[in-house]
Structure formats: C-alpha cells, structure tokens
C-alpha cells in the first residue's frame, strides 16, 4: 500500500512536473508568438513611414530638379533679353552717329555752296570806294552781308584765321612764298582766299602766301 502510494505520488509528481513544463512551454510560445507579432507590428508600422519618408524625398528632388531647370531657363531669358538689349542700344547709338555724320555732310555741302556768294559780297564791298559805300544801295548790300554772316555763325560757321598766323596743313593752303619784313619765316603773310569751318571740321582751307 504504501508502496502503491509512493507511485501514485511520483506519477502526480511526473504528471504535475510534465504539465509545468507543457505551461512554461505554451507561455514561452505565446511570448514568442507575442514577440514576433510586436516585432511585424513595429516592422508595419515603420514600414509606411519609411515609404512616406522615400517618397518625400523622391518628390522633393523632382521638385528641385524641376525649379532649377525653370531657372535656367529663366536666366537664359534673361541673357537674351540683355544681349538684345544690348545689340538695340549699340545701334541706336550707330543710327544717332550715322544721322549727326550724315546731318554734317550735308550741312556742310550747303555751307560750301553758300562760300562763293559770301566772297562775292567781300569782294563787291572791297572794291567800293569810301563815298560809293556810304551810298543806299552799298549800305544795303552791307547789310545783307552782315546778316548772312550773323546766321552762319548761328550755325557754327566760323572763318579761319590766316594772316600774322603759323602756317597749319590742317588749316591753311599755301599757294606760294613770299617775302616779308613784318614777318618772320613760316608766318602767313597774305590771305588770298578765307577758309572756314564747320563745328571743328574744316570746310574750305584758306588759300595763303607764307613767308618763305
């Protein structure tokens, strides 16, 4: 009997011993079953953030790509605009130099026609004696020479000077030599025919005897 429940006891114990482990067993399952869903849960939910974060980034890039490239663009307009700008305001300085340099040439090709009725007039009043000039019609005459002077002065037309001056190639046409007391060699000592010029630029030499 007694040995009987001695088994018995050792069998509960077996049995009992047999079930903790079976316990212990199913828990550290089921902690591991736990462990593992906690884990594909975190690994889920990190999942779609990651996704989200490369997805930023992917748009963002794109974006940046896309605004520089729109800002290239606008620089090269840009570009353009100034060299065209440029190329416009060079040749509308061109244009006004060319219009001045035209306006000149013909303004001096009037002055240049107008010369000879101006030495006709110099030489009709030089040849007129002291009582013809103080006649109507020489006062006339002189008056409209002194007008038609007036107005080609207005408009920067100038005589140049000659006589009792140093002899300019720029200037002056020597004609021939001559000599002089009063003065000294390579000084004009005569003017034959006066010269003029036109705001700085020559339109007809004077024609002069220079002191050899």
């Known amino acids: 009997m007694a040995v009987e429940e001695k088994e018995l006891d050792e069998q509960i114990k077996e049995d009992t011993d047999s079930g903790e482990a079976d316990m212990n ?24 953030g990651d996704k989200k974060e490369k997805k930023k980034s992917f748009l963002g890039k794109e974006k940046k790509e896309k605004t520089n490239k729109l800002q290239e663009k ?23 130099k060319e219009k001045s340099m035209m306006f000149e040439t013909g303004a001096k090709s009037v002055v240049e026609k107008i010369l000879p009725v101006v030495d006709n007039f ?16 020489a006062e ?10 007036a107005e080609l002065e207005k408009l920067e037309v100038k005589p140049i000077e000659a006589v009792g001056c ?16 009063e003065y000294g060699s390579g ?26």
Request: without cysteine; aromatic residues 6%.
């Open 140 to 149: 006339g005459m002189n008056m409209v020479y002194k007008q038609l002077m």
């Open 74 to 96: 606008v620089d090269e307009l840009e570009d353009r605009v100034k060299r065209q700008m440029a190329e416009f305001d060079n040749f509308r300085k061109r244009s006004e």
């Open 122 to 137: 110099e030489r009709g009043l030089a040849g007129l004696s002291e009582e013809e000039i103080k006649e109507p019609f």
């Open 25 to 48: 067993a199913a828990e550290a399952e089921e902690n591991q079953a736990d462990e593992a869903q906690q884990s594909e849960a975190a690994e889920e939910s990190r999942e779609p």
């Open 187 to 212: 000084i004009i000592a005569q003017e034959l025919q006066k010269g003029y010029t036109y705001r700085d630029s020559v339109v007809r030499h004077s024609m002069v005897a220079v002191v050899q």
């Open 166 to 181: 140093e002899f300019n190639p720029d200037l002056h046409n020597a004609v021939m030599q001559v000599e002089s007391e």
